[in-house]
């Protein structure tokens, strides 16, 4: 029973957080971005103090039903788990596995560490949040698409218009790469060895796991009943149970409930403790010099490593001719970077398709972050989806009015590549295209106009960067390292018709 | 075989159809009788709603039976280049599609299909222009633009440097086609009417800017599949910071509307009652000289049949 309602919810919630990152034409509602706020790492990123507690209550009352139900990447292992067992001749037979206590916290700490000295790559690449959103952007969504494409092929051949196509390309080959390592990697560890990366790796396993030592609600064995026969033991896919010493490592257990449905005598619940726990912990009883160097290596290269490829990085920074731009109300780089754990949500959801994973733009550290780039658009002067659905508040929410004096970077124009200068032919398309005219065309030659441009009031659209025929780009938007406030445009003058005559 | 077709029905369609030569200029256009039996070649409205000075204008054109043929399906090309509500007239006025739509119907057509190639992400434009709304309402089907595998390249053999250009299937696959473009203040083409939203029935603008704009524009309205009706409208006009628009300052409310089968002419005279708004001499509107040139309207409004209305 207990095991039915785990597999029922968990299917819903990775179900909607799966279409929620797919869902490209935005058809579902605003509300579903609640999905994402409650995964661990945005929760506490964001500061979001109703959810940070009620996780952590979440996991003191019932254990880590959070890694079976709400994170995707615990319910995505399931899945394969699931098929696995489809394929495999024999039933899965999991063995208990003493537990890499030290190297789950090791990770911890590498985590913890890099982040704090600015370096969020390590926390994005293990948060399985954040790993799952770039599996689903850079995996699922092209074939997610391409299904769209095929269908609306269909209806439109029969007059109906009810889809549309839209671009199935991969926004780079490089995130693509991460995206289907993660899958592959996690997808065969999940097939060979159930939960390995929840209880060895992943950083929200280790402290749920430390949580849930003291939860009320645990998987308990009853000595009495227990005879040992390692029923519970061999589908245990996070390899926590012990049969021999009839034993629970309750940091490990992800509350799957498996165990209780296998066991023959009912010596397995999921009750409540009265007093101590009598489950012995497993400690290590000597020192063991050769996990202490290792503790002390991985602390060490921790801070070493990470530091030195930064000081690395202002250099090419710093060396780069554009400055990339940050999606508004990213506030600017050093933001951006310091909570982006790019889950490429606002990479799938920009209708503009004008968000796209950084490379090398913000230096190693901010590998795969979200840039804005204007080859196939330009940023929609009343649009404020990205930072709307960013779970992590890297992208700050922003109104409408807010949005349109937030200058993310500013216009350069470059004269002497300009069509009108080089070919003498009118063009204008980027005054035309923008919204405060920062670029207006004044009078050239004759006839001709050329573009002015006005920095103070120009907020980095980049529709002018965009829509400019120049294949160099005659004009192009700096960004800006921190975001500024443009000025406000002037209006245009009144004015009222008089209903006189028509003119001719 | 699509253009035959038009054409024979153009032919058969309206009483008075003559196809006569005004000037040395006005080859194509086919002047239909109005009620009293004069030939009326350019309509102008002004001082009722869109859709109500749309029903005078089309009453004085004959009827849309001169044009909409029972079975036909119809193409409206309104201008929705933008993300903006109605308020800001940077795109077609909405209640006038959905009364051009209602008006096909009425004529018996069979499918009518709206669309355009948008600046802005296309489903903002659809949507917040209020014209999605409007035209479903009306019945009609809303196609989008948004990928060029939509386009199919057609040659443009009158096009002085425009030679050929990937036209909107919507467009291509109807028996005619109704252009229906906002009066808009333009910095690159002066001004955006008729002719200048042509643009969006093709895939790559860029071009256009890149090999003489105003030139561009002429040729692409050469191309032999042309709108059976140009309807402008002027109910807003947006005077200044065209074709986009900054603020509600821009926009005058002018409560008019043009039509005409003259392209050129329809532009020469929204241009004309643009000018009494915001200076805007002719001679800068270089599309329309060039238009003329080609042979495809004139600019010479004395030489037609202008019918003058207010409500």
Known sequence: ?504 | MDRRKFLSAIAVAGFGATITARGAVHVLSQNLGSQNGNPVDLVAVMGGNADEMFRRAITEMGGMDNFVKPGYKVCIKPNIGWDKIPELAGNTNPDLIGEIVKQCFDAGANEVVVFDNTCDDWVKCYKNSGIENAAKDAGAKIVPANQESYFRTVSIPRGKILKEAKIHEAILDSDIWINVPVLKHHGGARLSISMKNHMGIVWDRRFFHSNDLQQCIADICTLDKKPVLNVVDAYRTLKTNGPRGKSESDVVLTKSLFMSQDIVAVDTAAAKFFNQIESMPLDQVEHLANGQKLNIGTMNLESLNVKRIKI
């Not at chain 1, 009620?54 to 394969?80: E, K, N, T």
């Not at chain 1, 209806?155 to 218009?161: K, V």
């Not at chain 1, 030592?213 to 227990?226: F, N, P």
């Not at chain 1, 801070?303 to 400055?323: D, Y």
């Open chain 1, 1 to 504: 029973m207990l095991k039915k309602i785990r597999i029922s919810i968990a299917v819903l919630f990775f179900t909607f957080i799966t279409v929620y990152f797919l869902d490209f034409a935005d058809l579902m509602p605003e509300q579903m971005n609640f999905l994402t706020r409650i995964q661990f790492v945005p929760a506490i990123l964001s500061l979001s103090v109703i959810w940070i507690i009620s996780l952590v209550v979440l996991a003191l009352f019932f254990g880590r039903v959070y890694c079976s139900v709400i994170c995707p990447m615990g319910i995505y292992q399931d899945l394969v788990g699931r098929i696995a067992r489809l394929f495999r001749k024999k039933k899965k037979r999991f063995r208990y596995r003493k537990a890499k206590t030290i190297l789950r916290w090791s990770i911890v700490a590498v985590v913890v560490v890099t982040f704090f000295i600015g370096f969020p790559l390590v926390l994005g690449l293990l948060d399985p949040y954040s790993a799952f959103g770039r599996m689903v952007v850079s995996v699922f969504s092209p074939v997610y698409i391409l299904g769209n494409n095929l269908l609306e092929f269909i209806f439109t051949s029969f007059d109906n218009y009810t889809f549309y196509r839209a671009d199935a390309s991969i926004y780079s080959a490089f995130t693509f790469i991460i995206g289907l390592v993660t899958l592959l990697v996690i997808g065969y560890l999940a097939w060979k060895h159930g939960r390995t990366y929840c209880n060895t790796i992943c950083p929200v396993g280790t402290v749920l796991g430390f949580l849930s030592k003291y939860s009320l609600l645990k998987v308990r064995l009853d000595h009495g009943k227990c005879n040992s026969c390692s029923l519970c033991e061999l589908n245990c896919k996070a390899f926590c149970i012990n049969s021999k010493e009839q034993e629970i490592d309750h940091s490990r257990c992800v509350t799957c409930f498996n165990c209780i449905e296998s066991c023959n005598r009912n010596a397995i619940s999921y009750s409540f403790a009265f007093g101590k726990s009598k489950n012995k912990e497993v400690k290590p009883d000597v020192v063991d010099e050769g996990k202490r160097k290792f503790l002390s290596t991985a602390l060490l290269s921790t801070i070493a490593i990470p530091a030195t490829v930064a000081g690395k990085v202002t250099g090419v920074e710093a060396a780069n001719k554009l400055t990339p731009l940050t999606p508004p109300g990213s506030k600017g780089i050093k933001h951006l970077k310091d909570y982006c754990t790019s889950c490429h949500l606002c990479v799938s959801k920009c209708p503009s398709n004008i968000l796209e994973p950084a490379f090398t733009e913000y230096g190693l550290s901010g590998i795969m972050m979200p840039t804005m780039r204007f080859q196939h658009g330009f940023c929609n002067y009343d649009c404020t989806i990205c930072s709307e659905v960013c779970p992590n508040g890297a992208i700050q929410p922003l109104t409408v009015e807010e949005k349109h004096i937030t200058q993310v970077g500013k216009v350069i124009f470059k004269k002497e590549s300009c069509i009108v200068y080089t070919d003498e032919t009118n063009c204008g398309a980027c005054a035309e295209h923008c919204p405060t005219q920062a670029v207006t065309m004044v009078p050239y030659k004759g006839a001709l106009t050329i573009p002015v441009t006005d920095q103070s009031i120009c907020i980095g659209c980049g529709g002018c960067e965009y829509i400019c025929p120049e294949t160099g780009k005659a004009i192009f938007i700096e960004g800006n390292v921190e975001h500024e406030e443009a000025e406000m445009f002037e209006e245009a003058e009144k004015k009222e018709f008089d209903f006189g005559g028509f003119g001719f």
